[in-house]
């Protein structure tokens, strides 16, 4: 039975478009995730929108619009954007749809049930953007949100809590017997040291005094907190205690299913302290890892929709190609670190290592191949030259830790290693001097023997690379000539794969940028107002 892999982004807010961040979380969820797949796996990706709250509200009212109809207008934004992306979710939940919104309430109800919820009231510093409460020490005498810096607003209602402490054993106990719950992993120690230790206070999950959220049916007047609703957005779209919940019970039920959540630092505090909690009350699993991935940041600090120094995606997949611009978001920034964004990197990445190294290989194979050959790959000889045992063997390295960094979700680390791949190739044609060995009749097996070794190093690099190149690696295999059925995952492993294959001449894959011309380009982009772009 094929093994099973559940993976999820969080559910953004839909209060303004989507930038670049948004885009570099989704697009490397979306890599792990092509890769799980195309190695077998039976896979379930899950993205969308987080449409309630107090922000929404308020952004909607300055809109002039209803909250509906200014989430179904930013949805369809993030919609479009992994459209354009080529991510391939197989499903996007928004938590204003009945399906999420039910199933909030029954859970809701259960946990009232079950006594985790229960009523009394609330007294309180309150941060609308930051959608969280907190106390006058976090608060201090200029009463700014901790987490942003906004002033906040005191306030006082009823209110619905979640209690914490019935579930803080089992959490830490989960963190014992799981150390890689969550990664990396000092994220885990400032969970421990920043919010557990001090204690956890009850959280408030209703709210009174907005009404754009999922009502509490206990209670009129109170809707469910946002964060208690997003959350279980990652049951709810499975089909959680709903008629059909077959997925449900593939990808949550399931034991050996890996379930994942990819998320930034920023809300790693409700993954992994809240969710499970949760989690514990629903009697349900946890999930296996929650990967916090680092932080886009522009030369003026994090790239955020409130800082208006945000870059959309669109003109760089316009000018570039969305692969470069995928490959660019997985190599550039190690998963896991923070990284800054300039143009001069993002030119000089893709010239480097797609233009130079990957597309040069793949260049100079197919014009030796068409002259020497006539376009007919030659087949398999053997091991003749000195480098070709050599050649082989990285190659099956390759292979062995590309899927043992993927599984551990080095992403990052996972396609550097393809490079190296490619770039050892470029080094056996300088070594083995092909031109050369075309001159000497007497070296007739040498030559052909590097010109496939070539072709299926090629066809190698062109697999591993294609969760991210998700065009050009199908440009790459017309290419060597390679039919539909041969470009399984399994194939990587045949060594006669390409023999008596007839090569196709193409463009290049990506033909070299001209650096500072791109530069000028790309600061222009910058400077470009965010909605026409995103338009
Ligand atoms: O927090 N660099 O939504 P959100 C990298 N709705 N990633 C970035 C980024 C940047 N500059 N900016 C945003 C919410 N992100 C909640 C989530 S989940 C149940 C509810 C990514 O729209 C990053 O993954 O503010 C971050 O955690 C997420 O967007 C926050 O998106």
Redesign the pocket.
Known sequence: MAKKFYI????????AS?????A??TTLTDIIARGKRMRGFETFFLTG??EHGEKIQKNAAAKGVTPQEFVDEIAERFKNLWKAMKISNDDFIRTTEPRHEQTVQKIFSKMVELDDIYLSSYTGWYCVHEESYWTETQVGEEHLCPECGRPVEKKDEPAYFYRCEKHVDNLLKYYDENPIFITPESRKNEMINTFIKPGLQDLCVSRTSFTWGIPVKEKEGHVVY??LD??T??ITALGYLQDDDSRFQTFWQDPDCEIV????????R??TIY?PMFLDSLGLRKPNRVFV??????KDG????SKGN?ISAYPLIERYGVDAVRYYLASEITFGQDGRFTPEDFVTRINSDLANNVGNLLNRTISMISKYYGGEIPAYPGRVNDNDGELEELTEKTIRSYEVLNDDLKVTEAYAEVMVLADRANKYIEENAPWALAKDPEKAANLASVMNHLARTIFVVGKLLSPILVEKSEALFNQLGLPEEKRTYENVHDIHLVDGLNVNKGEPLFPRLDIEAEVKEIVAMMAAPKEKAAA
């Open positions: 999820t982004t969080p559910i953004y807010y839909p209060s989507p930038h670049l961040g948004h570099y979380c929108t987080d946002v964060w997003a959350l957005n990652y959540h990819v998320i930034g630092a920023d809300i790693n409700f993954h969710w991935h680092g932080l886009m940041m522009m994090k790239m955020s929709k945000t």
